[in-house]
């Protein structure tokens, strides 16, 4: 579903914000990205391509927001250096959405969104490996809660038990392929974030991801223009719902709650993307699935809190 990414709005609400209103906006902004998925199985286009048009229309969004963030009195401007860390973000993203999408093609919905939230557990997992930033014993504990439950949802393909429904290895692993690139992608936010505003981090990195996944989608052959009205409406969808609002809504939200909210944003996606499939597709988690997506969130949980 590619999770969202927590970064600092660009202008905070007022401390006099109905806290309610933001709680709603935060769990509509959530749900919003939690649709993705479902976005881009009605989408009559490739996967690549689905992510191009996904950044497109919301390009125009972004643009407003970064006008906005600019007019604001007392701005600093960017420091040198952030083009390169937008620019890896960027790719970064488009990996991750080019491998998202196609993985929804060769497994449920399900495994697709609960492998794809194993991204906050690779930040922590690439921090210990190449800036040897030791975790705690509660981090490594969620680690290993982690890759427990992803076994529990990869596991029953590698021994048959599993239905057809279930899906393929092949789409599993590229779901968690999927996952460490949105780890990359969070790593390299954090870098740029440093260097310039969240506007214009949005829109740069969000262009290079539309470029990214056009190039690829030209690359692989896919179908590139929707054929349907139901395709259209579907990436539209994508770009203004799942990209723009959902991550809008979120941003204003941490603005006025801050990181004590973030557990929030990262498990609720999944969650509407596992019920949504169940609804609108019939694909009903297994056992296996249920206990699996449990324990990767509880690890998501004990991440954000470590």
């Given at each position: 579903m590619s999770a969202p990414a927590l970064s600092p709005s660009a202008a905070l609400p007022s401390p006099t914000a109905p806290a309610l209103a933001m709680?709603?906006?935060?769990?509509?902004?959530a749900t919003c990205i939690g649709f993705s998925g479902v976005f881009v199985r009605f989408a009559d286009v490739g996967p690549a391509a689905a992510g191009f048009w996904r950044m497109a229309f919301a390009l125009p969004v972004l643009g407003l927001w970064m006008g906005l963030e600019q007019r604001r009195p007392g701005r600093p401007?960017?420091?040198?250096?952030?083009?390169?860390?937008?620019?890896?973000?960027?790719?970064?993203?488009?990996?991750?959405?080019?491998?998202?999408?196609?993985?929804?093609?060769?497994?449920?919905?399900?495994?697709?969104?609960?492998?794809?939230?194993?991204?906050?557990?690779?930040?922590?997992?690439?921090?210990?490996?190449?800036?040897a930033e030791r975790p705690s014993r509660r981090i490594l504990g969620a680690l290993s809660l982690a890759l427990g439950g992803a076994a529990m949802l990869v596991l029953p393909k590698f021994a048959g038990t599993a239905t057809p429904a279930a899906g393929g290895l092949f789409g599993d692993s590229l779901a968690i392929g999927a996952a460490?690139?949105?780890?990359?992608?969070?790593?390299?936010?954090?870098?740029?974030r440093d260097r310039t505003d969240a506007g214009r981090l949005s829109l740069i990195s969000s262009a290079i991801c539309a470029v990214f996944c056009l190039v690829t989608a030209f690359a692989l052959g896919e179908t590139i223009i929707p054929a349907s009205l139901q395709g259209w409406l579907a990436v539209i969808a994508l770009g203004l719902v799942s990209h723009a609002m959902g991550q809008g809504l979120i941003t204003l939200s941490l603005g006025h709650y801050g990181a004590s909210a973030a557990s929030l944003v990262m498990v609720w996606p999944a969650l509407v993307s596992v019920l949504a499939a169940w609804a609108i597709f019939g694909e009903q988690p297994s056992a296996a699935q249920a206990f699996g997506g449990i324990a990767i969130l509880a690890a998501v949980l004990m991440v954000r809190k470590g």
């Open positions: 709680f709603l906006a935060l769990l509509a902004g401007a960017a420091a040198a250096g952030a083009l390169l860390p937008i620019a890896l973000a960027g790719l970064a993203f488009g990996v991750d959405v080019v491998l998202y999408n196609a993985a929804l093609g060769f497994t449920t919905i399900a495994n697709a969104s609960l492998l794809g939230n194993l991204s906050p557990v690779a930040v922590v997992f690439g921090g210990w490996l190449l800036f460490f690139s949105y780890a990359a992608y969070i790593m390299a936010v954090r870098r740029a």
